[in-house]
Structure formats: structure tokens, C-alpha cells
């Protein structure tokens, strides 16, 4: 029995929108991603409904744009095994790290193209990075300073209950350009701010599709 991979059947689509404080967009980047371990556990409970599996919310990890410091760490370097603590955590006494959270803003749109051979189906989810995000959306909320904390990387939630963000679970995941030192083109977009009194839009597209 062959199993199914999922880097192969979800090939994710990540679109970065800077939209200033008129909502005019200023730069657009496209991207892809990586499906987590964690990925493969929430879509054997949503083919059994027996537990959660619907994306709720997108992180964000940021730190300062001169030390580099907000690449993800996951466990064994592995980015599939990055979890919600990946995110948001910081060793002691460290003033520039964190991670950040913002919900869903609305039902995603389904695009049901092709239903026979299943190369066109696909949902997309948007999220707003905004200039004014809450602090109670940020861990540690101190770190963060609108103006100088830079993203580095983003990833896709799931929801185990909605009022304990502590149990979410990452399914997919991306990095910033350079997070490798041997490879330093490596990674999935430029870092970048949130534009001044604007907002940083994600579109975060996952097409379903089969390959022989």
C-alpha cells in the first residue's frame, strides 16, 4: 500500500500582499511552503470527523532586521516538525523574538474546477497582518515594535479549541531567505515590515491536486 505524500497532493500558494494605510497595494510576492508532520494527523480527522481540522489562524514569527534573529529553530533543524511553540518562543533575556497570531477574517473561497480529474480544486484563506495588531495577539507582546520587528516566517493554524490558542496546531510552514548560512537563498520570501499604518495581506491558497 502506497501512502499519500502530502508535499505532492496540497501544493500550497502563498501570496504576500504590503497594502498601505489607503489599502493600495504596494508589493506583491508569491510563494510555497511546507506541510508540517502535523498535517498528516489533522487530515486523518477531518477524513474521520473525529476531531479538529479547520485552519483557524496564520503565525508570524518576527525579529530585528540586523541580527537576523527571527528564523524558526525547529526541533533537529526539521521544518516539518515545527509546532506553535517554534513560533512564539524565546530563550531568557532575549528582547527582540516572538510570535504572533491573527484569525481568519472570513470563510475561505473554494475553486471546484476540474471534477473529474481534480487538478483545479483548491481554498483560499485570508489573513491580515495588521499595523495595530493587539498585543494580547503577540508572545512575548514586549518584544514586538511595529516599526522595527521584521517577519520571518509564517504558518498555517489549526484549532483544537477555540479559546486556548495554546493547542493550536501548525500544518504548514515557511522561512525567510537566508535562514540557511551555507545556503543563503534559501527560503520562501524577504523578510519584511508591516507597512506603516497599513497592513500585510496573506493569501494563502492549498490546491488539491493528484499527480500520476
Given at each position: 500500500?502506497?501512502?499519500?505524500?502530502?508535499?505532492?497532493v496540497?501544493?500550497?500558494i502563498?501570496?504576500?500582499r504590503?497594502l498601505?494605510?489607503?489599502g493600495?497595494?504596494?508589493s506583491?510576492?508569491?510563494?510555497?511552503?511546507?506541510?508540517?508532520?502535523?498535517?498528516?494527523d489533522?487530515?486523518?480527522n477531518?477524513?474521520?470527523?473525529?476531531?479538529?481540522?479547520?485552519?483557524?489562524?496564520l503565525?508570524?514569527?518576527?525579529?530585528?532586521?540586523?541580527?537576523?534573529?527571527?528564523?524558526?529553530?525547529?526541533?533537529?533543524?526539521?521544518?516539518?516538525?515545527?509546532?506553535?511553540?517554534?513560533?512564539?518562543?524565546?530563550?531568557?533575556g532575549?528582547?527582540?523574538?516572538?510570535?504572533?497570531?491573527?484569525?481568519?477574517?472570513?470563510?475561505?473561497?473554494?475553486?471546484?474546477?476540474?471534477?473529474?480529474?481534480y487538478?483545479g480544486?483548491?481554498?483560499?484563506?485570508?489573513?491580515?497582518?495588521?499595523?495595530?495588531?493587539?498585543?494580547?495577539?503577540?508572545?512575548?507582546?514586549?518584544n514586538?515594535?511595529?516599526?522595527?520587528?521584521f517577519?520571518?516566517?509564517?504558518?498555517?493554524?489549526?484549532?483544537?479549541?477555540?479559546?486556548d490558542?495554546?493547542?493550536?496546531?501548525?500544518?504548514?510552514?515557511?522561512?525567510?531567505t537566508?535562514?540557511?548560512?551555507?545556503?543563503?537563498?534559501?527560503?520562501?520570501?524577504?523578510?519584511?515590515?508591516?507597512?506603516?499604518?497599513?497592513q500585510?495581506?496573506i493569501?494563502?491558497?492549498?490546491?488539491?491536486q493528484?499527480e500520476?
Amino acid at each position: 500500500m502506497t501512502g499519500i505524500k502530502l508535499n505532492k497532493v496540497l501544493k500550497p500558494i502563498i501570496t504576500i500582499r504590503q497594502l498601505n494605510a489607503e489599502g493600495k497595494e504596494i508589493s506583491r510576492v508569491v510563494t510555497t511552503n511546507h506541510m508540517t508532520y502535523a498535517a498528516g494527523d489533522v487530515m486523518v480527522n477531518a477524513l474521520l470527523a473525529s476531531g479538529p481540522f479547520k485552519i483557524t489562524h496564520l503565525y508570524a514569527r518576527f525579529g530585528d532586521e540586523t541580527d537576523n534573529t527571527g528564523y524558526l529553530v525547529p526541533p533537529n533543524d526539521d521544518i516539518r516538525a515545527t509546532v506553535r511553540d517554534t513560533f512564539i518562543t524565546v530563550e531568557p533575556g532575549d528582547l527582540i523574538r516572538g510570535g504572533l497570531w491573527v484569525p481568519l477574517q472570513a470563510a475561505p473561497v473554494k475553486d471546484l474546477t476540474d471534477a473529474n480529474k481534480y487538478s483545479g480544486n483548491q481554498a483560499t484563506f485570508f489573513f491580515r497582518l495588521p499595523y495595530n495588531i493587539s498585543t494580547a495577539q503577540i508572545s512575548p507582546s514586549s518584544n514586538f515594535n511595529v516599526a522595527t520587528s521584521f517577519i520571518y516566517a509564517l504558518g498555517l493554524a489549526v484549532a483544537v479549541t477555540s479559546a486556548d490558542r495554546s493547542q493550536d496546531r501548525i500544518v504548514s510552514v515557511l522561512q525567510a531567505t537566508g535562514f540557511d548560512d551555507e545556503n543563503p537563498d534559501e527560503g520562501d520570501f524577504g523578510k519584511f515590515l508591516i507597512p506603516s499604518g497599513g497592513q500585510s495581506a496573506i493569501d494563502y491558497t492549498l490546491p488539491f491536486q493528484f499527480e500520476p
